[in-house]
DNA sequence: CTTCGTCCCGTTGACGCCCATGAGTGCCCA
DNA sequence: TGGGCACTCATGGGCGTCAACGGGACGAAG
């Protein structure tokens, strides 16, 4: 498997430390990122985690903007100076900054949530209401007409 | 890693000492840049550093002007003569000089946001403002119909 | 002689690295 | 089919190292 799936809580020790889920960290191994790189996601509470290719990403998209535009400096501030390493020890663990405690919310447990090619990190009560939201904004898309079937599930 | 990445916040000690990010140095010295050039950076009160190939950056951009307008002498006179180097001593610290402080409003505690190939220098307060100014510019944008995708998450 | 800049050293707190524990799970074999 | 064993993984804690920080000593310049 190289996608990030499925959802853990993990809690953080006294030290700051939590375990990123083993299925999680076998991903990264597989795809050969050693070093880990969050974001702080633009419209929610909720930090966007990947390897370098996460940034390779949006520095792609940088690229191809006006290099002295305010909208290529607003990007890059975005993804470089509201990011952060996160390092792995020995047994797996990253430590929580604040900087990573005040974008999320973040206080004793973390919701590490699979995305396909990056997982996200959450208050584990904000990801639940946030994935209530999400669902009931698809429910409301399925019952309307003209919409494609999209989540119709198997009948 | 050979781009400045992540921020951090550190203390100026009585001396006007301030430590640069261990991080950071080591990015500098893998480039191979023994000096630090900073410039006052000109839509905002943070200074840009780097090594020398900072400069590169900005003849570029002089490159795009009418070499005749008023603009180019600006800029030239801007890069060229509105610049500091910065010594690291033994201990990876750079004093604050006034020419750092008069821009940035810089006080007791400088802001090192990595930016990429650049990295800059913030009074923490007018930063912790700037980015947040940053993030709404780019989530309207990411809000609006006809744009491009940047943002949305990496898919 | 004073002042400023540079070099050097000591302290402290955070972080990386190590090992121990314990719960949960799957597997094997009786 | 049930019991037990081995393994994995989350969690806790000890300890050494290093970076940030504070301050003193020395030397050059005014």
């Given amino acids: 498997m190289d996608r990030f799936l499925s959802s853990a809580v ?3 020790d006294q030290k700051g430390r939590v375990s990123v889920p083993a299925h999680f960290r076998a991903v990264l191994a597989k795809r050969g ?3 880990l790189y969050a974001l702080r996601a633009l419209d929610m509470p909720a930090l966007d985690v990947g390897g370098l290719d996460l940034l390779d990403r949006y520095e792609q998209r940088i690229a191809q903007e006006d290099p002295f ?4 400096d ?6 470089h100076g509201d ?3 996160l390092k792995l020890d020995g047994d797996g663990r990253i430590t929580m900054t604040d900087f990573m405690r005040e974008h999320t919310g973040i206080e004793g447990e973390v919701a590490f949530v699979g995305r396909g090619p990056f997982f996200q990190m ?3 009560r904000r990801f639940q209401a946030y994935r209530e939201e999400a669902r009931a904004r698809l429910s409301r898309l399925r019952n309307q007409p003209g919409t494609t079937a999209f989540i119709r599930g198997p009948e």
């Fill in 122 to 124: 959450w208050e584990p």
């Fill in 69 to 72: 535009a305010q909208t290529a």
């Fill in 83 to 85: 990011g952060a390493f």
């Fill in 33 to 35: 990122e050693g070093e």
């Fill in 10 to 12: 993990n809690r953080i």
């Fill in 74 to 79: 607003d990007m890059s501030f975005f993804c």
